[in-house]
């Protein structure tokens, strides 16, 4: 069974700029999560979708978004880029409610 | 405000011996409690995890201790050996809610 698959793995870009991530869920996992790691910090959660909805957001600007798939694929897009926003981003995936996140690899995102 | 401490960033332990990471949370809200096992350039993987209606959970070398009158859970190692030196995360949940901890570096030494 395939995990979850994040692209890119690294990514350079500049200031103003903006980015999308994609992450493909665990097959049979309607749940897509998104966390911000930074050095230092522990995971911070962006947000949570299921079944293309929005079930739950953190305390990121709106500059942070994301969407979710018919097939549970999910983007999330990050506008007019700021240093501070260079993290590794991180996709998880589970079934639903009350169930244990598993994680992709990561997007490396470096803003310069 | 953080509701997942994890107050020791870094722990270094001879290998053979145990590993104690510790966890603080502050909502008693929180039923379902996980640790997560990170090593660099690696998405978090899962290790082991507990319900609140428990105090204990054993899996290999790993077990999970949780105080709920305290709000703190403990993972114990062993016996530690250098492959699981990496990043621990303590999460705490409920419903779909996950909360991480900022992690603790443990360095398990030859």
């Known amino acids: 069974k395939a995990g979850v698959t994040q692209t890119p793995r690294y990514l350079i870009k500049t200031r103003g700029q903006q980015v999308t991530l994609s992450c493909s869920p665990i097959?049979?996992?309607?749940?897509v999560s998104w966390y911000q790691q930074t050095p230092g910090q522990g995971l911070q959660f962006l947000f949570e979708?299921?079944?293309?909805?929005?079930?739950n957001k953190g305390n990121f600007p709106g500059r942070f978004s994301g969407r979710q798939f018919s097939n549970s694929r999910s983007e999330m897009n990050v506008s007019t880029l700021e240093l501070g926003d260079s993290a590794l981003y991180l996709c998880?995936?589970?079934?639903?409610?009350?169930?244990?996140?598993?994680f992709g690899s990561g997007t490396q995102l470096s803003v310069l | 405000d953080q509701q997942v401490k994890q107050n020791s960033p870094s722990l270094s332990v001879q290998e053979g011996r145990i590993s104690i990471l510790n966890c603080d949370y502050t909502?008693?809200?929180?039923?379902?409690f996980l640790w997560y096992k990170k090593y660099p350039a690696e998405g978090p993987t899962f290790l082991i995890s507990?319900?609140?209606?428990?105090d204990k959970n054993e899996d290999g070398r790993f077990t999970v201790f949780l105080n709920k009158s305290a709000k703190h859970l403990s993972l114990h190692i062993v016996p530690s050996q250098p492959g699981d030196s990496a990043v621990y995360f303590c999460?705490?949940?409920?419903?779909?809610?996950?909360?991480f901890g900022p992690g603790t570096r443990l360095s398990v030494l030859p």
């Open positions: 999460a705490a949940s409920y419903g779909q809610n996950f909360v």
């Open positions: 979708y299921f079944s293309e909805t929005q079930r």
């Open positions: 507990i319900s609140s209606i428990k």
């Open positions: 998880a995936s589970s079934k639903g409610s009350e169930e244990k996140l598993f």
């Open positions: 909502n008693s809200m929180f039923d379902y």
């Open positions: 097959s049979g996992h309607r749940s």
